[in-house]
Every structure is written in structure tokens, then in C-alpha cells.
């Protein structure tokens, strides 16, 4: 969870860093505002957006300047798989 001083964005990233290898919040951030993953950076995409309570995904998409639904639609884009709820 995000805790006072981190923002939704590094905390979505920390998370997408446990399994896979380090996620940056700048590169996640610009994967999901449309750059292509390379290596195992989709894997950590994945574990970021899936793994994370789907109540956050709301706030991710306002710091990035995003509509929930087009953060919704990168995700499916990307992954295949819709925010989690």
C-alpha cells in the first residue's frame, strides 16, 4: 500500500519490482502512457496492475493525467486482462 510520502505511481511500481526484477516509476509510468515494454518489463506490469487493489487503480490514473477507462484500456492492450475490481 501507498504509504504518505510515496505516490500511487512509485508504490504501483515498487510492487511490480518484487518478482521480476526493478520496475522505475518513470519507466512504468511511461509504459503505461503508451511506451512498449521490453524484456520482463511486461511481467512486472502485470504484477504491478494485477496484484494491486483495483481501488487505487482510480488515483494511478489521475496522477498520470489518465481517464480510468483509458488506463482500463492500456491494460488490456497490454496485458489482455481488464483492472482488477
Given at each position: 500500500m501507498p504509504t504518505p510520502q510515496m505516490t500511487l505511481l512509485e508504490?504501483?511500481?515498487?510492487?511490480?519490482s518484487v518478482s521480476y526484477g526493478e520496475l522505475t516509476p518513470a519507466r512504468f509510468g511511461?509504459?503505461?502512457l503508451g511506451?512498449?515494454?521490453?524484456?520482463?518489463?511486461?511481467?512486472?506490469?502485470?504484477?504491478?496492475?494485477m496484484?494491486?487493489?483495483g481501488k487505487y487503480?482510480?488515483?494511478l490514473a489521475s496522477e498520470l493525467n489518465l481517464s480510468y477507462d483509458a488506463l482500463n484500456q492500456r491494460s488490456l492492450d497490454l496485458l489482455g486482462e481488464e483492472l482488477p475490481q
Amino acid at each position: 500500500m501507498p504509504t504518505p510520502q510515496m505516490t500511487l505511481l512509485e508504490a504501483y511500481a515498487q510492487h511490480g519490482s518484487v518478482s521480476y526484477g526493478e520496475l522505475t516509476p518513470a519507466r512504468f509510468g511511461s509504459i503505461l502512457l503508451g511506451e512498449t515494454p521490453v524484456g520482463n518489463e511486461r511481467a512486472r506490469v502485470r504484477q504491478a496492475l494485477m496484484e494491486m487493489p483495483g481501488k487505487y487503480a482510480f488515483d494511478l490514473a489521475s496522477e498520470l493525467n489518465l481517464s480510468y477507462d483509458a488506463l482500463n484500456q492500456r491494460s488490456l492492450d497490454l496485458l489482455g486482462e481488464e483492472l482488477p475490481q
